[in-house]
């Protein structure tokens, strides 16, 4: 069974367009988040969610805008997408005992972002 | 605030030769110590972690890593590698702030 899923696992899409990614985990998990990986490979936090509220959120243009209707779904919208916004985009979760820092964190697939 | 070194891009290897590669990182605060995989094409995947007590710490598939407060390090070391292991490997670092803070990755190339 998949912990954590992602869909779509690709997407190519036009500069200005909207899209969305949706992510599900079946861990039980409390805590998820959005990574963005670019083309160097470098990985960065976008956003983590607790129990559906906003924990994190670094410095991520307003275009993107993360959705999480219950405790397994966090789903990411980008809008007008951008040449820059092609990356690869993972969605991980973790369960929060003590702390979220001490957590190991599950990750998904990623999807792979293409803006022509 | 934490950042996190790893001073190889790249690491090529062969078949049943150990390796090793090196994480330093920086922090005001106490820290917990992470090393992910992140096979072709896939997410990232733990390895090993360290939290405290005993500085070596065992993982998956053979990788062992050893805390070094001293010299503010963390390496993963494996004795044998294997083709499998070709991989992209990740180290990270959090304390203080609910976030991963990642190296920028170390891609381990195994030949046969």
């Not at chain 1, 924990?55 to 040449?83: C, G, M, Q």
């Not at chain 2, 998956?60 to 490997?89: C, M, W």
């Not at chain 2, 990755?105 to 046969?112: C, M």
């Amino acid at each position: 069974d998949t912990a954590v899923s992602q869909t779509p696992k690709y997407l190519v899409t036009q500069m200005g367009n909207d899209k969305s990614i949706k992510c599900e985990q079946n861990l039980g998990h409390d805590t998820m988040y959005w990574y963005k990986q670019d083309s160097k490979k470098f990985l960065k936090i976008m956003f983590s969610y607790n129990n559906k509220e906003l924990i994190i959120n670094e410095t991520v243009p307003n275009r993107f805008s993360p959705k999480s209707p219950d405790k397994a779904h966090l789903n990411l919208h980008i809008n007008s997408l951008e040449l820059g916004d092609s990356a690869v985009y993972f969605c991980a979760s973790s369960q929060v005992k003590d702390t979220a820092y001490q957590e190991t964190q599950y990750f998904g697939p990623g999807t792979r972002l293409l803006v022509l | 605030a934490q950042s996190v070194t790893q001073l190889d891009s790249q690491v090529p290897v062969f078949e049943e030769a150990p390796v090793e590669l090196r994480c330093n990182y920086s922090s005001s605060v106490s820290v917990y110590l992470f090393w992910y995989v992140q096979y072709p094409n896939q997410g990232l995947q733990l390895l090993l972690k360290y939290l405290s007590g005993s500085t070596l710490v065992k993982g998956i598939n053979g990788f062992e890593a050893e805390f070094n407060k001293s010299q503010t390090s963390f390496h993963l070391r494996k004795p044998s590698v294997h083709i499998s292991d070709t991989a992209e490997y990740f180290c990270a670092v959090s304390g203080g702030t609910d976030k991963l803070i990642f190296g920028t990755g170390t891609r381990l190339q195994v030949f046969p």
